[in-house]
């Protein structure tokens, strides 16, 4: 079987000509970073299966970042191969440099330049002549001249086949140079620093490169993604209000009329399901614990996911319009320079946006990120961006108790969740000894208008892949929640005496640490506890504590005769804990597999410890005040503004010992010193000299 390897830089189009080629439906992103791994499907040409192979996104052969690393060994691994090299017709210039490094390493080569249509000046023929390499003009999205290109790499793997027998040693002694000599060099630049060597090298590069696209007669109207909008989006202070605004629109549409509505009908049609089998079961069961744990430990697990989906897919839908549409990537440009100040880089904006959808997946994509301490940071605040499997548990809240601010009650949690972790990264920090010298690279891609079919296509494979991951968790969860409520510890039925039963006990054990946040109720906390493995699990663990239909249970937590009841302050604080508190298992699973296990259990510290805290802050201060108990929340004014003010102190200390880094110049001058008069302990006083005046 012939391999076939896709090879580009970042926002090309790869995973996008992938899905096409192979039918596939990968996730496809405008960023660098977002194919993790190398990806691998089978497609037929003329009666011959090829192997595809996706490779991360990379802009040279130079393997200093971990997707380059993954890029180059596999590319090293499969020198007989047929590579694709896929290029943006808007952006020639910086794409043709990776393709001409793969040049030296194969002659099995092809060049894909997608988006051809989008540049009146790009010759399909001009710039195979001038590059010499065969070029094939596509458009990945639509699959134009697809068929072109597989007639392509048909020809190449038909011509090296023809070939193999004769030249197979040779080749392969030519593929070990290749290799050896690249490897060997690279080797000298990490070692010997010959910084002069490489730019000179890079510069050579480059030079050829203008020189191809000007035989070719190749030129752009305008810088690579430039917009007249990017004045809106990339401005000081438009730029963060229009993000406000276009977040607020997405949790309106979520959360709000049409969200609502969608739910609501799925509710009621996976309800009339429900029933129509519970009374089909009741004709052929006569047992009724059987009944019981079919009805509230089975079907209302699943359920509880179903009513929700519409929202899920909502949502999903919305982040990837405006990640197709180019969005995104001005969010993280616009974000770069504060996220600094966190510690982080604009890179990490993709990672935490795509907590927004599972937690789980976005730990995954901290793993291309530069380095481990920005890896470590991203994933240890990964969980302040709320995941669509909360959602079920707000619009449940906010269905009870906000009917007419559902959507704005929903938009400030997410955004409290944000300040949250901007508060804690920058506290963190400041505290922190290590200097942040991350580098943040990002190709503006260019505003378009995204394809409605492959929006929802994305929207409906990203809701299917949650509800396959959490469907198993859930039903599992579901009853193992039943059983614990449903058995004691003698495992002797209770009957639905949740009160005896295990999971009642080791809650009325709990309750009182919880009371002071206005929920010390056993079956919040019961819903609390099996939120751990599935935040999916509280909505149906409230419904089996109040023992009704998920329908009704909106209505259920208003009643001060239901199990668990709330008043519209202690819901509140109950939203906030579950904004705040631990990820599921699956979460931190894989936050322990991608960062370790010290992340982890830091993670899950910081989580429970400051979800205790807001929500202990937040109850206890506003209901001091709205029950004129003006000791009590005099004093919780006092400590909260003692603790601002400590804050505040700590970072203007911090800012002391957080100086720029010297200039090149000040670096070179002591480096002389040192050199001349061989005083080691130049890096002292002296050299602090210089960093106080690079300032």
Not at 23 to 30: P, T
Request: charge should be positive.
């Amino acid at each position: 079987m012939q391999k076939v390897i896709l090879v580009g830089n970042p926002n090309t189009g790869k995973t996008t000509l992938f899905n096409t080629l192979t039918h596939s439906s990968e996730h496809a992103g405008n960023w660098h970073g977002v194919t993790v791994d190398v990806k691998s499907k089978l497609f037929t040409f003329e009666k011959q299966q090829f192997e595809l192979f996706d490779l991360p996104g990379i802009y040279s052969l130079d393997d200093y970042s971990t997707e380059e690393k993954v890029a180059v060994d596999f590319i090293d691994a499969n020198p007989d191969s047929v590579f694709v090299c896929i290029l943006d017709a808007n952006n020639l210039a910086r794409n043709l440099f990776l393709a001409l490094q793969l040049k030296e390493k194969t002659d099995n080569l092809v060049l894909a330049v997608n988006m051809a249509k989008e540049v009146k000046s790009f010759d399909e023929n001009a710039l195979q002549k001038a590059v010499g390499i065969r070029v094939v003009g596509i458009d990945a999205r639509s699959g134009r001249s697809v068929k072109r290109l597989k007639q392509a790499i048909f020809e190449i793997s038909q011509n090296r086949e023809l070939n193999v027998e004769e030249n197979f040693q040779n080749q392969k002694i030519k593929s070990i140079k290749t290799i050896q000599n690249f490897k060997s060099k690279k080797y000298e630049y990490e070692e010997n620093f010959d910084i002069t060597n490489f730019e000179g090298k890079c510069k050579a590069t480059f030079e050829k490169v203008d020189n191809i696209l000007k035989d070719a007669g190749y030129k752009t109207e305008r810088p690579l993604g430039a917009s007249v909008l990017d004045r809106i989006f990339l401005h000081k202070f438009w730029g963060f209000v229009c993000f406000a605004m276009v977040m607020a629109v997405v949790f309106f549409i979520t959360f709000g009329s049409l969200g609502s509505f969608l739910s609501d009908k799925v509710g009621e049609c996976f309800g009339f399901l429900s029933s129509r089998v519970m009374e089909w079961l009741e004709k052929i069961i006569h047992n009724q614990f059987l009944l019981d744990f079919i009805q509230k430990g089975v079907l209302q697990g699943i359920l509880t996911i179903l009513g929700f989906m519409p929202q899920i897919i909502l949502l999903f839908m919305c982040l990837n319009f405006l990640e197709d549409v180019g969005y995104l990537s001005r969010v993280a440009y616009l974000f770069d320079p504060y996220f600094k100040k966190l510690g982080l880089t604009g890179r990490s904006v993709f990672s935490l946006i795509m907590g927004f959808g599972c937690t789980t997946t976005a730990a995954i994509t901290t793993r291309n990120l530069d380095s481990k301490t920005l890896r470590e940071r991203t994933a240890l605040y990964l969980p302040f961006f709320s995941c669509s499997a909360k959602l079920p548990i707000y619009a449940l809240i906010c269905s009870a108790f906000f009917v007419r601010y559902k959507a704005l009650i929903v938009f400030a949690l997410y955004m409290t969740g944000v300040l949250l972790m901007m508060l804690v990264a920058l506290i963190a920090n400041k505290s922190s000894k290590e200097e942040n010298k991350e580098i943040f690279m990002l190709e503006m891609p260019k505003i378009r208008v995204p394809s409605a079919r492959k929006v929802i296509k994305d929207a409906i494979s990203s809701a299917k892949d949650f509800f396959v991951r959490v469907g198993g968790i859930l039903l599992a969860s579901s009853i193992v929640i039943y059983l614990l409520y449903n058995f004691n510890f003698k495992l002797q039925y209770t009957g639905g005496n949740g009160n005896e039963s295990i999971i009642g006990t080791i809650a009325k054990w709990l309750s009182p640490v919880f009371t002071p946040l206005g929920f010390g109720m056993q079956g919040a906390v019961i819903a609390l506890i099996s939120g751990l493995v599935a935040k999916e699990m509280v909505v149906s663990s409230l419904a089996i504590v109040n023992g009704v239909e998920t329908g009704l249970l909106a209505t259920s937590l208003i009643s001060p005769a239901s199990p668990v009841h709330f008043s519209t302050l202690s819901a509140l604080s109950f939203l906030l804990f579950v904004l705040i508190y631990t990820p599921c298992v699956s979460a931190c699973a894989s936050i322990k597999k991608e960062v370790g296990r010290k992340v982890m259990i830091k993670s899950i510290l910081l989580q429970c410890g400051l979800a205790y805290l807001v929500s202990l802050a937040f109850y206890n201060t506003v209901n001091s005040a709205l029950n004129a108990n003006w000791g009590f929340f005099t004093l919780c004014v006092i400590l909260i503004a003692l603790f601002v003010i400590c804050v505040v102190k700590y970072l203007k200390k911090g800012k002391i010992s957080f100086q720029k880094v010297p200039c090149n110049a000040c670096k070179n001058a002591c480096a002389q010193k040192e050199n001349a008069y061989g005083d080691d302990n130049l890096s002292g006083a002296g050299h602090q000299g210089c960093k106080t005046a690079c300032k």
